[in-house]
């Protein structure tokens, strides 16, 4: 069984920075595509970004692209998710999430995922 415990979220101004973090158990952590996705009350759990299991390989959703970063330590089984030039429509509550089998899927859809943490809320006001 593996546990995933996100970190790191917290009240920001727009334009701040915030680093997420990722720490998972219970697992082989190398062997991971992991992703973080986010939710806001009353939508969709949206794809954020995914890092390959050697980190060489990332994706983003548009909404992360340049100025969302992931990045991943395999030694300490540990994933990040630096976040810079925060928005207020940033606000959510962010997953983190690990894909075990690997292989041809849709690494965007949450339902590709096995694993999932409990969340860290990230508010960006105005």
């Known amino acids: 069984q593996v546990e995933l415990v996100e970190s790191g979220g917290g009240l920001v101004q727009a334009g701040d920075s915030l680093r997420l973090s990722c720490s998972a158990s219970?697992?082989?952590?190398?062997?991971?595509?992991m992703g973080w996705f986010r939710q806001a009350p009353g939508k969709e759990r949206d794809f954020v970004a995914l890092i390959a299991r050697s980190s060489t390989s990332t994706y983003y959703a548009d909404s992360a692209k340049g100025r969302f970063t992931i990045s991943r330590d395999n030694a300490k089984n540990t994933m990040y998710l630096q976040m810079n030039s925060l928005k207020p429509e940033d606000t959510a509550l962010y997953f983190c999430?690990?894909?075990?089998?690997?292989?041809?899927?849709?690494?965007?859809?949450?339902?590709?995922?096995?694993?999932w943490g409990q969340g860290t809320q990230v508010t960006v006001s105005s």
């Open positions: 219970g697992g082989t952590f190398s062997n991971y595509i």
């Open positions: 999430a690990a894909e075990v089998g690997g292989g041809y899927k849709d690494y965007v859809r949450p339902a590709t995922y096995d694993y």
